[in-house]
């Protein structure tokens, strides 16, 4: 078989080149994936050495429809769902504000620019720690600033609503900056001489924005709501620092790791493993950011050869 | 349509990563049963160790972490070559830990919490706890024959560390739950009298409240502290825990009856009425510090937080009674508790002598005592004594201590997340406002669970 980069070695080096992150997705990716899939038709708790118990679609079936708990299940798809609807308008909005605003030729640009980015590389744990510290309920730096208004919160300690738009706020705020740098980027490959012949031609500012340069953001907006759809619907991290288990205020991403991993008691002590049923929530979420991800590729992707061409 | 092809699979990549990812306690007293402790023989035997890093996971309790730091250098001078690499995790997450560090075989002496009650003959379809899955595993080594086992009262060694005849843990202490920390000062200075029944306390934390003073703190962020403070309500409803959890499973007792609506009643007022507003913002391990400001009238508590209280403020008055939940004082004698942690120890460590030797040496009574100082536990080795405020304010109780309900429950597969007896299913903690919005939600999410095994 002819390769398309040439004969011989030419042709192989390529290959060569793209094998060794081939080998690392497969061992470290898809093979867990599709371990976890198989561990999903099992009632392991990941511990037993002992051969794998198939029990068929159970756990899906328990999952789904067996009593109070899979109502609950149903609950948290649909809250992963509203999570995923509030991070992506919120933070795609705020990101090209902010990208709009510090893509002009102001002072502090790159101080405000490293500013929004900051929150980017810190880890979740801390991102969490020091949110949890800002919302500290008994005079915290939110609590003092609520009290000048009169308003009494218990802030994530609240009601499981509160609760959970909070970590949505922190969620938006620990990744505004990736929103606003991908954004940054698209924005500085609009030439300047497009900008210059809108002017010439009479466009306002608004007009420019809508027609220059919302169009030629397109890239920039596929690939920032992509980012953010499936990142919001993986999410769970910030909802264990933040708030742990706590009825009314779980995303299906938690709920695979509460299942999996003995945390649904809200005991310390009296946990159990559940990895087969984890895993079958896990399948259950991936097929959700699956369809939800895969539709949304086709929409933005007819949304783009509409706009470019 | 190649272009869509890949852009499809692309996303498919990215999502892809969404995958992946006889238990009744014996009457215990704060001088543990009279038992000859055991030679230090075994600690002789295993004097000589080969160079190695012991691994040790323990839970974080700062008074028992600092001393388990001072005792692993003890240890490391007289086993010159063994390191101690120690870690401390969150309560919460050690479960997790011990799990995920066992199947690695990265740890070698575990701190385990308590083998208390397992799946019971009427309850039908449930998990077992992670103690006796880890049991079952073959991932606990056999304690059995090993002589400290001997310095530790036979009783909590059956009840807390025994499992289908082997002695898999070796259990440190038992600790109560259903405790109320008093703020000497502050009852003094408002004139107000110890409470020894629960309208006796309701009117106290009301005069409080008149005099601005907040009634209760609790360590709210972590949400446990606060239904495990409602423990001292649910044992003065149901002083037998054990029959209170059969009962829910087999239906003569149900979360809506009379007897619990009442309960369910003194909850709410607990949540809502009596622990301070702001307290969903403090730690479980900062509710000590909050009490010893001496700012607050009680603290609802565990036994196990009054090293802390002492250590952060060693001049601050306080004393410790059992809960009074009920209007009847001779009906709140009982401090419900539970076995607490104990030591385990990784069956296939390669470092088996080191940790038998960590444990013997551990075990030397002089050793526990410092432990059982330190930590302010009840002790389970006969001899030591619990010589503090903490012991000698819990000795009248400890007589008539009872273990809790935590301990023994097992809810049915399917059950919601309300079929719990938790003071923070009310607001601010939770979303209820009434008793009879909780008592209905808790028997609807158990029932719930109890027809899907029919």
Redesign the interface.
Known sequence: MKSPFGRGLAGAIPYGLVLPGLLLYLVFALGPSLATIVYSLTDTNGLTPRPLNFIGLANYQEFLFRGAAAQENIQALLRTLLFCFLVTTIQFTLGLLAALLLNQRLAGTRWFRALFFLPVILGVTIQGLVWRLFLYPLDGPVDSVLGLFGVQSELLGGSGLSAFLWVTVVQIWSNLGITMVIFLAGLQTIPDELHEAARIDGASRRQGFWHVTWPLLTPAVTTNLILSIIGSLQAWQLFLVLINYRPGTQVLGYVVYAQAFGQTSGSTTSNSFRQGYGAAASVVLFVVVFIVGVTAQYLLRRREERLLG | MRN?II??LS???????????STQSPAASVVAPSQPAASSEATAATASLAPTTLRVLI?QNPPFTTFMESFNKKFEVAHPGVTVDMAVVA??D???TT?TR??AKDVDVVDM??F?TGVQSYMKEV????WQ??A????LLDLTDQPFVQNYDPAATKDAGTYNGKVYEINLARVGFSGLYINEDLFAANNVKVPTTWAELVAACQAFKTASVPCMTAG?????PI?VTGYGILGSAYPDQAALVEGLWTGSIKWNDPTSLAMWDKLRILATDMIE??????PADGAPGRFASGEVATLSGFTWLAPAIEAAQPSFKWTFIAFPGSDTAADNKYVFG?YDQGWTVAADTPNKDAALAYLSEFSEPTTYQKFVTAVGAIPTQPGATLDTALGRAIAPSLGDFRIGW??Y????????????P?A??F?????FVTAQQAADAAQ??LQ??L??IK
């Open positions: 869509r852009a499809t996303v498919a990549a990215l999502v892809a990563a969404a995958c992946g990812g839970h309560p919460n050690l479960a997790t799990q066992l199947a919490f308590a208390d998990t077992p706890p992670i899955t880890l079952d595993a073959g991932s709210g962020q972590d949400v446990w239904f507003s702001g307290a969903t913002g403090i539970k935590e301990r429950w097992i809810p049915p597969t399917g059950a919601g997340q309300f079929a719990f938790y923070s299913f607001k601010p903690f939770g979303e609807k999410d719930a669970g027809d899907a």
